[in-house]
C-alpha cells in the first residue's frame, strides 16, 4: 500500500509565513491525534525491532542446536533414531521461526513505517493550514486598523478567506480518507500478524508431536 500517495489536496498548498493566534478547536485535536498516532507508532516500531533481533540470535542458536543431536545420534546406536528426530524438530522450528521473522521484517515493519510517515506529512499540512490562517487573520487586521468607517475588505483579503476555508475543507477531507484506510489497513496488519504468529506455534507443536510415538515406541522396546 503507498499511503503517501493517498494524501489530498490539501498537501499541494503552500503558504507564506504568519503567526495564527489560535489554532481552531477541531484542527488542535487533530494535531494531537497525529502526535499521540506517531508516537505509539513509533513505540511500537522500537520493540517490534528489539523482538526480531531477540526472534534472530535465538535462531542462530536453535541452529547450532540442532545439529548436535544428529552428530551425538551417531555415537548411540539405540537412540540414534529418537536423537535424529530432535534435530528435525529443532530444524523445523527453527524454519518456522525464520519465516515468521521474515513476515515481521518484510510485512509488519514497513507498514508501521509508512503510517509514521504520513502522520508526519500531515502534521506538515496542519501547519500550512494554520498559516493560512495566520495570513488572512493577519490581513483581516490590517484592513480593520484603518481609518474608515466602513472599510471595504479588500479582493486579495476574500480570496485569502476562500483558499483557507478550501483548505479547511481538503484537510478534513483528507483526515476522514486517512482514518478509513487506517482503520481498514490495521485491521488486516494486526489479522495477519496474529495469523503468522498462530501458524508459528502450530508448526513447533506439530514438530514437537510428531517425535512423541518415535519416544514411546523406545520406552515400550524396553
Request: charged residues 30%.
Amino acid at each position: 500500500m503507498a499511503l503517501l500517495t493517498r494524501v489530498g489536496e490539501s498537501v499541494k498548498h503552500v503558504t507564506g509565513g504568519y503567526k495564527l493566534r489560535s489554532r481552531p478547536l477541531e484542527f488542535a485535536a487533530i494535531g494531537e491525534y497525529l502526535d499521540t498516532f506517531a508516537l505509539k507508532l513509533g513505540t511500537i516500531d522500537r520493540i517490534a525491532q528489539r523482538i526480531i533481533k531477540e526472534e534472530i540470535e535465538y535462531l542462530v542458536e536453535l541452529r547450532e542446536y540442532g545439529p548436535v543431536y544428529s552428530t551425538w545420534s551417531a555415537l548411540e546406536g539405540e537412540l540414534a533414531e529418537p536423537l535424529e528426530g530432535v534435530s528435525a524438530c529443532i530444524g523445523n522450528c527453527s524454519t518456522a521461526l525464520e519465516e515468521l521473522t521474515d513476515d515481521m521484517t518484510e510485512d509488519f515493519l514497513p507498514v508501521l513505517r509508512e503510517y509514521i510517515l504520513y502522520s508526519d506529512s500531515m502534521k506538515s499540512v496542519l501547519k500550512k493550514r494554520d498559516q493560512v490562517q495566520a495570513e488572512y487573520e493577519a490581513k483581516l487586521e490590517a484592513v480593520a486598523l484603518r481609518k474608515e468607517d466602513r472599510p471595504k475588505v479588500p479582493a486579495d483579503v476574500e480570496k485569502c478567506q476562500d483558499r483557507m476555508e478550501c483548505f479547511n475543507a481538503d484537510l478534513k477531507a483528507d483526515m476522514e480518507r486517512w482514518q478509513n484506510n487506517k482503520r481498514q489497513d490495521f485491521r488486516q496488519l494486526l489479522m495477519g500478524m496474529a495469523d503468522k504468529n498462530i501458524q508459528y506455534y502450530e508448526k513447533c507443536l506439530m514438530a514437537w508431536e510428531s517425535i512423541i510415538p518415535l519416544l514411546q515406541e523406545k520406552q515400550e522396546a524396553k
